[in-house]
């Protein structure tokens, strides 16, 4: 009996000291009612009362989701108020996108409904999404738009560069930079801020208008600053413009993405090879399913972006991705690009024109000239100009701009090559994702890069006529060393290959063997070699036929 | 006009029938004129008060339960039971409903404690022998309530919609479908496929969805507490119509003289039978007894109830307060969670399920159940009621008994997770031989034998029922044990969860 | 059973009876302790459930809201922002909100040239929104209105201002 008063007594104690300790925890302790202290604390007294402890959350009229990021950044809702110039309570600067309308977490990323610090900023276990690097906000853009028509690295830096000779930014802004006023009344701030220009259109006769104004004036930056351009340089102009879209650097990252063949192997938006991950959301990866046991340094999508470019066999073990030699800048850039890769699921009534276009519309989002192409799906392994690749661990990758190559190939093979690919080998078939105006492309980019023609063949398609026995005998001595024994490819191509015997023609076996292939270790058989013996013409037909041999169900 | 004055004071003694408590008369009247405490006995059994006697385990469970109830009814002001507004209708409880986030925990860890108290409860009631005539039918009401228990809290694990819910219930609904193991050995699914049927009603569809959720929702939120609260009522009752709680014959002896005074009930052994105008038949329970030993339920079983009431509250709010519920990411219906874990009361039956679903989830649970049942009606020896480990052997025998099982579901274990299983040995082996052999069936093979083996030693049935139920504790514990700690990603063995890694 | 038959004889012995008052300390200072502090932590605790239906925040939009004028808008045409139960004018004076919730039971007025008529239980408001027939009690208030930058205005739904309160468009 007195035991059990006893008990009662400190239970009691002990339930309503937890509950004092739960009330005060729910009504001062809570992290956004900590944060309104603060700001109440920065404000003037005569203001406070306009600021009372309370959640405060936007409601998003479209897809009335929420976001309580403003419970603590309190000067950011219109019912809030600002603590002015305060990086955490102040307004936010201007942009585009009301935040009253469009949210925080489009562009942002965190999660919008928590009110915890870590939860919102999503450094706590189990949340969606983190808070994206303030340096890489722009790459948020991607949650909703894609940008169409993206050329290849090469051409947008000199795009670049005359842009910056020109001196356009005397005038006009662009990104934060230019327009200033210029010491000895040189003028500045006269030009329209050209930030956003690629997305709302300019004048297309611009260039006369401002060589009228020139003419006209007498002196100030219209003397000083206009210059004359060429043709040539007005085209790169235009395209540099076309990357205005008010997101500094992205489409400039895109176009790195786009020159380093990464589509040759990932797909993006449907576009791209399977043999490795898509990467169409890959700016939004699931916290829980990447693997972080093995990236150096701190644990965030960032660090294992540029972890996994540093090395991709050690953050993916028994990833078959290449070492891509990036600098630190090209994978900071990279990394930027990966993290615009987000489309969030909007409702399609929400979509921004350009994303329609890319997903409903069959626009794409890398330009049709043969140098983006190939640079988006072929450089990866083929080399940035054909020249071939080969990395350690991995098989090597063909020289296709070869000029001893590209002599015996005809477009037709070049094009079924593309078309169908190597079954059974990386090389992917990409009759599905590129037109056949595409593939004429590369074709014409392939002969451009090793600047020779196909030399011709008059004699037909097959018309070796030799003994497969002998043939095969004469393989085992001469070729099976690189090639394989069965022909299944080692330090040398396959040949085996189903729709490569069916594809290349004895004329092109023949030459091959004959002349070799010039700038690899395939030596013409045709005339000896140091350690090597001449094949006749006879044995070389024979050895044909015993490729031929390997063709299957004919 | 006096009448109005006096309104208050009517009111009190309409209120309050039978007085302030202050005599025993009146402490009796006080219980039985209250609903809610009628069902308490207006006198109690010393042996009934002492702490070893129970350790409060039902009033616990009890409490908990009321806990859950009170904080269930608070959430459901908030919960939205769609799969498109769940996840984030907790979210919301977490983030900004007033006191929402302690609420939940609260509900949460009520509900386990009201788990282990079920548990501990019934393990008392055994090793007390306390389901003897003539309380078997009160101990067939317990196993219900453990089921229902447990069934509420496995329909309250799918609510949240997270991960954890999404993966955890499209299991235990495979489950359900895994008597399909026996029907496609005989090949008999295609005509008669109660498995399926099992799922289908489980979730009103072919996967977790929609469906599901709403059916979950109001299984956990009416159908199951109502079930409970019916069953709650029976139990109870049954305690007063079966004597009050289980205590040995001589329970005279082993009571210390009391403190203070008490008053008998009957100073000699009434002869009178009760046949409340001719309706009821048979004696009442006093008949033929000497005086009792008993004293006043109120205050002395009130207070003690109290007490066990505000400890388990206190437990429950204080765990509340620094370990939040968990809530994981949205249920994603394309990426399973891995490791996929129930809650740690299932995580026994999640080990057993690795090697055979209908052998885990229904085969030896449902013979597990069978054979508790079956206790009461077995064992008819009267040696050792209402005594801890009461019956040939005592506790010696239940340690020894715990000892064999945790041994022999050490070694199968240890056989399973270094060797692997029949399939591992012989590739091609059916499956109906896997579903009959495997480390589950196996170890209850072997309780089951070890049990035969204490009926002989001890010619007892007892003896038997105590090996049988150590075992049995001794396998829950070390499989939960394994399930909870040393599992992880694709149900391997970890030695810790830090050498998960990454996956 | 012998020490309680014995306890037994002596009460027996004693005469007491079940039927008298027990006698019981007075000052049970322990028990009473006990008792009080149990009330008061659930009491407390209750306390703390009252405080959870009523929410913490709303899940309605922002009362503030950015509204752009179209220009072709006339002086006393109404121009009533989508999902929201406002009409918003621009005349000479300025610009100006009326608030469309009906000042009887809260059905939605619909702006007319005469005026607002409310479909529910008939009552009829002048342009400014004075009541002329109908059981409405008051005048639809006129709302709280900031210029922003541009041909934007923010309104206020939940500030009335005094009727004939404009803000400089």
């Known amino acids: ?554 | 006009m006096d009448n109005l004055v006096r309104t208050p004071m009517t009111f009190w003694s309409s209120l309050n029938r039978s007085g302030m408590p202050v005599s025993d008369r009146g402490r009796s009247g006080f219980i039985f004129s209250n609903v809610f405490l009628h069902l308490h006995p207006a006198r109690v059994h010393r042996w009934s008060l002492r702490w070893p006697t129970t350790w409060g385990l039902g009033i616990a469970a009890l409490s908990a339960f009321l806990l859950t109830l009170i904080t269930g009814v608070l959430l459901m002001f908030y919960y939205k039971p769609h799969p498109a507004a769940a996840y984030l209708s907790i979210k919301d409880i977490h983030f900004v409903v007033p006191t929402g986030r302690f609420i939940r925990n609260i509900h949460r860890w009520a509900a386990n404690i009201m788990v282990v108290g079920v548990l501990l409860h019934m393990a008392r009631v055994f090793f007390t022998a306390s389901y003897r005539r003539p309380r078997e039918f009160n101990w067939l009401v317990g196993m219900a309530l453990l089921v229902v228990t447990l069934a509420l809290s496995f329909t309250g694990y799918l609510l949240p919609w997270d991960q954890l819910a999404f993966w955890a219930v499209t299991i235990g609904a495979n489950i359900a479908q895994s008597l399909r193991e026996l029907t496609d050995a005989v090949g008999m699914t295609a005509f008669f496929d109660p498995g399926g049927l099992q799922k289908l009603l489980l979730l009103g569809s072919d996967q977790v969805g929609a469906e599901a959720l709403i059916r979950f929702y109001l299984m956990h939120v009416m159908v199951l507490p109502l079930a409970l609260a019916a069953l709650l009522a029976v139990h109870f009752w049954r305690i007063r119509k079966d004597g009050g709680l289980a205590r040995p014959a001589d329970v005279g002896s082993r009571l210390p003289p009391p403190e203070g005074r008490v008053y008998p009930v009957f100073t000699e052994a009434p002869q009178k039978t009760y046949s409340l105008a001719a309706i009821v038949r048979g004696k009442t329970p006093a008949v033929g007894n000497g005086p009792e030993n008993t004293v006043p339920a109120m205050p002395h079983l009130m207070l003690a109830e109290a007490a066990v009431f505000m400890l388990t509250f206190a437990a429950c709010l204080a765990l509340s307060l620094f370990l939040d519920a968990p809530l994981k990411e949205m249920a994603n219906p394309a990426v399973p969670e891995n490791p996929a874990k129930a809650p740690w009361y299932f995580l026994g039956l999640q080990e057993l399920v690795s090697h055979s679903a209908f052998m885990g989830g229904i085969g030896i649970p449902t013979v597990c159940l069978v054979g508790l049942a079956l206790i009461p009606f077995l064992d008819r020896e009267e040696e050792g009621t209402g005594l801890w480990f009461g019956g040939p052997g005592g506790w010696r025998l239940a340690l020894a008994s715990f000892m064999f099982g945790s041994a022999a579901v050490l070694a199968v274990e240890t056989v399973a997770i270094n060797f692997g299983w029949i399939r591992e040995w012989f590739p091609g082996t059916p499956q109906i031989v896997i579903t009959f052999v495997n480390p589950g069936t196996l170890l209850t093979a072997a309780y089951a034998l070890y049990s035969v083996w204490t009926v002989r030693r001890y010619d007892s049935t007892r003896a038997g029922a105590i090996g049988l139920f150590s075992c049995f504790i001794a396998g829950f514990l070390i499989l939960t044990v394994i399930g909870v700690h040393f599992r992880g990603p694709n149900w391997g063995f970890f030695w810790s969860p830090s050498m998960w890694g990454g996956h | 059973m012998e020490g309680g038959m014995m306890d037994a004889d002596a009460l027996d012995r004693e005469e007491d009876s079940r039927l008298a008052p027990e006698p019981m300390d007075r000052r049970d200072f322990l028990g009473l302790s006990a008792c009080a502090a149990a009330a008061s932590a659930l009491g407390f605790g209750s306390l703390g459930i009252l405080r959870l239906p009523k929410p913490g925040v709303l899940s309605s939009p922002s009362k503030k809201f950015r509204v752009t004028l179209p220009e072709s808008l006339l002086p006393g045409q109404a121009f009533v922002p989508q999902g929201r139960p406002v009409a918003v004018y621009r005349d000479d004076g300025g610009v100006f909100a009326i608030s469309l919730v009906c000042t009887h039971l809260g059905c939605v007025v619909k702006p007319t040239a005469e005026g607002f008529e409310c479909p529910c239980h008939g009552s009829r408001f002048g342009p400014g929104g004075l009541v002329k027939r109908g059981p409405a009690p008051k005048a639809l208030p006129w709302l709280s209105v900031k210029p922003v930058a541009g041909r934007s205005v923010i309104v206020d739904e939940g500030t009335a201002v005094p009727n004939g309160t404009k803000a400089a468009a």
């Not at chain 1, 690629?198 to 007498?218: I, N, T, V």
């Not at chain 1, 009534?349 to 989002?365: A, M, N």
């Not at chain 1, 070699?529 to 015993?546: F, K, M, V, W």
């Open chain 1, 1 to 554: 009996m007195r035991q059990n008063k006893h008990l009662l007594l400190w239970t009691s104690l002990v339930l309503l000291g937890t509950l004092i300790w739960a009330a005060v925890d729910e009504n001062f302790l809570r992290d956004w009612r900590r944060a309104q202290r603060e700001a109440r604390g920065k404000l003037a007294a005569s203001e406070r009362a306009d600021l009372p402890s309370q959640v405060r959350q936007i409601v998003l009229a479209e897809t009335g989701a929420v976001e309580r990021c403003v419970s603590c950044h309190v000067g950011m809702a219109l019912d809030g108020k600002e603590v002015p110039g305060d990086k955490v309570f102040g307004r936010h600067p201007n942009v585009i996108h009301d935040p009253a309308r469009f949210g925080c977490t489009v562009c942002h990323g965190g999660q919008g409904t928590a009110t915890l610090l870590e939860e919102a900023h999503g450094t706590a276990p189990h949340c969606p999404e983190a808070l994206l690097p303030k340096r890489y906000a722009y790459a948020s853009c991607g949650s909703c738009h894609a940008y169409q028509d993206v050329p290849a690295r090469a051409g947008l830096e000199t795009a670049r560069a005359v842009f910056e000779r020109s001196d356009c930014l005397a005038c006009h802004r662009m990104d934060g930079r230019g327009g200033t006023m210029r010491p000895g009344g040189a003028g500045g701030l006269e030009g329209p801020a050209l930030s956003r220009v690629g997305m709302l259109g300019y004048a297309p006769d611009w260039y006369a208008g401002h060589q009228r104004k020139k003419a006209a004036a007498s002196s100030g930056p219209w003397r000083s600053s206009m210059p004359e351009l060429t043709d040539e340089e007005r085209r790169s102009l235009s395209a540099y413009l076309r990357t205005a879209v008010g997101a500094p650097g992205l489409v400039l990252a895109k176009s790195l993405f786009l020159s380093r063949g990464c589509l040759g192997c990932h797909k993006v938006g449907g576009a791209g090879g399977d043999d490795g991950p898509d990467l169409t959301a890959v700016g939004r990866k699931d916290p829980v399913l990447t693997p972080y046991a093995r990236v150096r340094g701190p644990r965030s999508l960032e660090n294992w972006f540029k972890d996994h470019f540093r090395s991709p066999g050690r953050v993916v073990q028994g990833s078959k991705m290449p070492l891509l030699s990036l600098d630190e800048r090209e994978a900071d850039e990279l990394t930027f690009f990966l993290f615009s890769l987000r489309r969030a699921d909007l409702p399609m009534s929400l979509w921004p024109k350009d994303r329609l276009c890319v997903e409903r519309l069959g626009g794409r989002e890398f330009a049709s000239d043969g140098e983006t192409l190939f640079g988006a799906f072929c450089s990866g392994c083929h080399g940035s100009a054909g020249q071939g690749r080969s990395y350690p661990g991995l098989e090597t990758f063909p020289a296709v701009a070869n000029p001893s190559f590209l002599k015996l190939a005809s477009d037709r093979f070049l094009a079924d090559t593309i078309r169908r690919g190597r079954p059974g080998r990386r090389m992917p078939s990409w009759g599905a994702a590129l037109s056949d105006a595409d593939i004429a492309e590369l074709v014409k980019t392939l002969r451009r890069f090793g600047d020779s023609p196909f030399a011709g063949d008059s004699r037909p398609a097959r018309w070796a006529r030799g003994d497969a026995r002998r043939g095969a005998s004469v393989f085992q001595a001469d070729c099976a060393g690189c090639h394989g024994p069965h022909g299944a490819g080692g330090t040398a191509p396959a040949l085996d290959n189903q729709v490569f015997l069916e594809g290349a023609t004895d004329s092109y076996l023949f030459r091959t063997v004959k002349n070799g292939r010039q700038g690899t270790v395939m030596k013409g058989f045709g005339a000896g070699s140091p350690g090597r013996r001449t094949l006749s013409d006879a044995e070389i037909e024979d050895i044909i036929s015993h490729l031929r041999s390997w063709r299957k169900g004919k």
